[in-house]
């Protein structure tokens, strides 16, 4: 298919840019943090959340609110006393891995003066060890 074809195909098929969807469910502030933390960090309560630099409470249960409604974690509630509440990353959340992992590997590259303290370059592998 040649590149004015794909564009043709595209404006008759797509109803909106799949990379701008993407970045509309990732891309408020604390979002991809908040998956982190579930992914690397093994977080589940919301007090865990609350080490995630800069996030208050207001702004972190409002994200936890926008990610349970498109899907990318769940939010169980134990019926304990006090009730603990617990959130797990869903399959469509833990997809977001990659490129949590793109994100890091970019930053680890060419940011590695302002990431590391040694200021050298590392792969993700080095950090995060997969």
């Known amino acids: 298919m040649l590149k004015h074809e794909k564009i043709e195909w595209m404006e008759c098929n797509m109803m909106q840019c799949p990379i701008n969807h993407t970045f509309k469910l990732m891309g408020k502030k604390f979002t991809m943090l908040i998956i982190r933390n579930m ?34 974690i769940e939010r169980k509630v134990y019926p304990d006393t006090p009730v603990r509440v617990e ?26 003066k302002e990431i590391f303290k040694d200021g050298r370059a590392r792969k993700v592998e080095q950090v995060y060890g997969h």
């Open 87 to 112: 959130y797990t990353i869903t399959e469509k959340g833990r997809a977001l891995e990659p490129i949590l992992d793109q994100m890091s590997a970019f930053s680890m590259k060419y940011c590695a």
């Open 39 to 72: 992914i690397h960090r093994d977080h589940k309560r919301f007090n865990q959340f609350l080490e995630i630099e800069e996030i208050n409470a207001k702004i972190l249960s409002a994200r936890l609110k926008e990610m349970e409604k498109d899907g990318l």
